[in-house]
């Protein structure tokens, strides 16, 4: 199950097109398109492409934003995992199966490999290893969830988790993945993860995660994430709460 929220990229393009691409070769699967209030012809071309594919399903929505869109997405995939792609981003055409390969039963995430590229696809290095990954399965644990990367696109999740554990994304806040990730964290049994490159992260200038913002700024929005977990957390949250504090500090100060 892919959910993806639509918009034009800054260069114009309707940068979903390129998750219908890359995820050709696997079959069954839904493909979850929200259309996020566009005011161009996005819709036309997202209905053009549902025209032609049966996996497709356009859901359109007033502009709400990333996590708004992503919560709509959630709302509308039927099927037992669910990978989000952001729209600027691009999948490897074979994710979706070498995911599923490790989606054992006890299995509650799956993560894979994510490349960072430019605007043009060139390859860039990730300095700090955000995203580098052990291979194989594992117990989550708090260790774990530090070790790992927050990103919702960057893994399969379990549809049932994210259903019985009612999650969602704090819809007004940045840091959406972060509070996402460790509100599910104490519901995660296991983890297994491939190394290899199945998600492409594009880096564009201008974007929110390229937007400089000073240290008191940025720990404001950091606060507010923080207030969103612990009015949603019960005591289970409580050491993964303190996981999300050090990621939160590491933001502000890094």
């Not at 050709?24 to 398109?33: D, Q, S």
């Not at 729209?87 to 599923?100: G, H, I, K, Q, S």
């Not at 019985?164 to 990730?181: I, N, T």
Request: negative net charge; charged residues 20%.
């Amino acid at each position: 199950v892919f959910t993806s929220p639509v918009l034009r990229g800054t260069d114009g393009t309707l940068h979903v097109t390129s998750v219908f691409l890359g995820s050709t070769e696997y079959k069954n699967l839904e493909i979850v398109c929200v259309n996020d209030g566009s005011t161009d012809d996005s819709l036309e071309i997202l209905e053009e492409y549902a025209a032609r594919d049966s996996r497709i399903r356009v859901v359109s929505r007033p502009n709400g934003g990333l996590s708004a869109a992503r919560n709509t997405g959630l709302q509308h995939c039927t099927g037992e995992w669910v990978l989000g792609v952001d729209a600027d981003d691009y999948v490897a055409p074979d994710v979706v199966e070498r995911a599923l390969a490790l989606a054992e039963d006890g299995v509650d995430m799956v993560f894979f490999g994510v490349q960072m590229v430019d605007e043009n696809g060139g390859a860039l290095p990730d300095d700090l290893d955000y995203f580098a990954l052990p291979s194989g399965s594992m117990d989550f644990s708090e260790s774990v969830a530090l070790q790992m990367n927050v990103c919702f696109w960057s893994k399969l999740w379990r549809r049932s988790l994210i259903v019985e554990r009612q999650l969602d994304f704090p819809e007004g806040l940045v840091h959406e993945d972060e509070a996402f990730y460790y509100l599910a964290a104490p519901w995660v049994r296991r983890v297994a993860c491939n190394p290899a490159i199945g998600y492409y992260y594009v880096q564009r200038q201008g974007s929110i995660m390229h937007s400089a913002a000073p240290v008191l700024t940025t720990a404001r929005k950091c606060a507010r994430v923080l207030e969103y977990v612990q009015s949603r957390a019960g005591a289970c949250h409580a050491p993964y709460y303190l996981c999300l504090l050090w990621r939160m500090y590491k933001q502000c100060f890094h």
